[in-house]
């Protein structure tokens, strides 16, 4: 029984530190895997498994590789954003893949890139027809992006002339039952405005909804709780 508390007390200071550490470490990890992103976390992942399973190897040591990790990684990130020579010495260049609808063929051997991956990065960016493509870059991190030409981009409002109410975000009201009374101030609105809202809808309890936001044009979008329909 001390083996399996001792065990559970060593994994949840190691889940407590990692949830530290990648915090310094900034969202980059998570959001934006890289070559380089990717092998941080195969390493964290290695020495949190020696810190919570091994109990020959000395705990101390693991904490000290985790937190030189971690320092490392925040140094990194900082010249990476100050300093452009360190930028290009971490950081691959974007390599072109298409060039006005034409497959430059020498940039998929250096990256390596086959031609069915190429044209299932660029079904995945809803292009079909590589004529259509004006500029493909293939990014460092193994993204396309992909420039359609001018006139097989899609027509947008502004091309029409054709102007656009101006759209914000969805102000909170109620999540899970309990009200956002900080979102009610800010928008000048009290609870009696609120539940004359849910009236309505036919609402007579708050605690019946699930959510509820105020959009850009003062309407109120209600979703109950356990709804069946």
Partial sequence: MEIVLFSI???????AVLLILTRLMGRMIISQITFFDFIIAIVLGSV???????S????????????TFTILTILIN???I???????????KPILVV????IIDRNLCKIPLSINDLLMLLREKDVFDISEVDTALCEYDGKLSVLLKPENQPVTPENLNIKTKYKTLMKDLIIDGEVINKNLLIEH????????KLHTYHIENIKDVFYAGLDSDGDVYVSLKNTKE
């Fill in 189 to 196: 609105k009290n609870i009696e405005w609120l539940n004359n």
């Fill in 82 to 92: 100050k300093s452009v020579k360190f930028r290009k010495i971490i950081n691959d």
């Fill in 78 to 80: 900082y010249f990476d």
């Fill in 56 to 67: 020959n190897a000395p705990k101390y040591s693991s904490m000290v590789v985790l937190i």
């Fill in 9 to 15: 007390l060593r994994t949840i200071i190691a889940y």
């Fill in 48 to 54: 949190t498994r020696v810190f919570v399973v091994d």
């Fill in 99 to 102: 060039k006005n609808g034409k």
